[in-house]
């Protein structure tokens, strides 16, 4: 089974940028039907899903971030990455990522991590 696990700074500055690691074992990130999104919890907006990046590189975005969030990989370590630019309070939440895989005419969850606290700080 795909395990996943976050970790980040913690707590970050207003204007700043922070970045996710999203560590995989048990599967490989390039593994095909594979997709690797980043999803946050706030109190006032729930799930928000984020971005994913598929088995071949391609990403997709929620265009409501405005182009601050950018997802990469690391194929080498097997890990998925999510830059946020220009935080704001609004941007505190409880962060995960998960594994998706395609399968006929779905998209279905594999697992999830535990997820990581970001604070943005004053």
């Known amino acids: 089974q795909v395990q996943l696990q976050e970790s980040g700074p913690g707590s970050v500055n207003p204007s700043q940028t922070f970045f996710l690691t999203c560590a995989v074992s048990?599967?490989?990130?390039?593994?095909?039907?594979?997709?690797w999104a980043w999803i946050r919890q706030t109190p006032g907006e729930g799930l928000e899903w984020m971005g994913t990046?598929?088995?071949?590189?391609?990403?997709y975005y929620r265009p409501s971030l405005n182009n601050r969030a950018s997802i990469s990989r690391d194929t080498t370590k097997n890990h998925v990455i999510l830059q946020l630019s220009s935080v704001s309070p609004e941007d505190a939440a409880v962060y995960y990522c998960?594994?998706?895989?395609?399968?006929?005419?779905?998209?279905?969850?594999?697992?999830w991590g535990q997820g990581t606290q970001v604070t943005v700080s004053s």
């Open positions: 990046i598929s088995y071949s590189g391609t990403t």
């Open positions: 998960a594994n998706f895989y395609e399968y006929g005419q779905g998209y279905f969850i594999d697992s």
């Open positions: 048990g599967g490989s990130i390039t593994a095909v039907n594979n997709y």
